[in-house]
């Protein structure tokens, strides 16, 4: 009886343990999309995010190497439906990779993606999707607004912003690998769904619903902006 109740004590502790440590990696990816928000070369991010069917945000995403290096980062997924503009989500995930060439150093930064397409967003939606390959990923444009000849959502279905907060020389995370954080999901929503499931029914809540607010109120200002200069 007594080990009984120890074994159920030890269980309900690793549960809340696992859900606090969820609940802060969405609270995490919030403060790394402020940060972007507040920089003053963001407005190309914002009208990418306009456009988009979704956003990828890994608040924390290392990079260590000398010739080979490896990368790893924990974040979520956020869907928008471009019909109803609502947004689903958190879908909980995983990146991993190894890359070699010219880099050198550590980084820890914050790696937002941009997805522009169906196409992109399925990959999320799989367990397992390598970025890069048959479905494009660019650095994300910087700037105040995006340059008027180019249409940026044809050209890539996916685009990659990096917040750094250290050192590293070579920051392409094309070839990378993402993977569905079954566990994490699991913890935040009380059972088992899958990502399909979670980016088609759930809409955004509580810390993931402060992001898309975010998102929603810089896409509105920049919209203002541009009434008041036309």
């Known amino acids: 009886m007594k080990k009984s109740i120890l074994l159920t004590l030890i269980t309900l502790l690793f549960s809340f343990s696992l859900f606090a440590a969820v609940e802060n990696t969405v609270k995490e990816a919030r403060f790394a999309v402020e940060e972007l928000l507040s920089k003053p070369d963001s407005g190309a991010f914002i009208q990418l995010v306009e456009m988009a069917e979704g956003i990828v945000i890994f608040p924390t995403f290392y990079k260590l190497g000398y010739i080979i290096g490896g990368q790893y980062g924990e974040g979520i997924v956020l869907r ?77 279905s996916i685009y990659s912003y990096s917040i750094t907060k250290g050192f590293y020389a070579g920051v392409s995370v094309e070839g990378a690998y993402t993977r569905v954080d079954d566990n994490s999901n699991e913890a935040y929503y009380g059972k088992p769904l899958s990502p399909k499931q979670i980016l088609n029914e759930k809409e955004v809540d509580n810390e993931a619903k402060q992001i898309v607010e975010l998102l929603e109120k810089a896409v509105l200002e920049r919209q203002l902006k541009e009434k008041e200069t036309t």
């Open 80 to 156: 928008k439906d471009s019909e109803t503009g609502k947004w689903y989500g958190p879908s909980f995930v995983n990146i991993y990779g190894l890359s070699w060439g010219a880099q050198i150093g550590v980084q820890s930064a914050g790696l937002i993606l941009v997805v522009m397409n169906e196409n992109g967003m399925e990959g999320f939606m799989d367990n397992n999707f390598t970025l890069g390959g048959s479905i494009g990923i660019s650095a994300g444009p910087l700037g105040r607004q995006l340059s008027a000849d180019i249409d940026y959502k044809l050209q890539a």
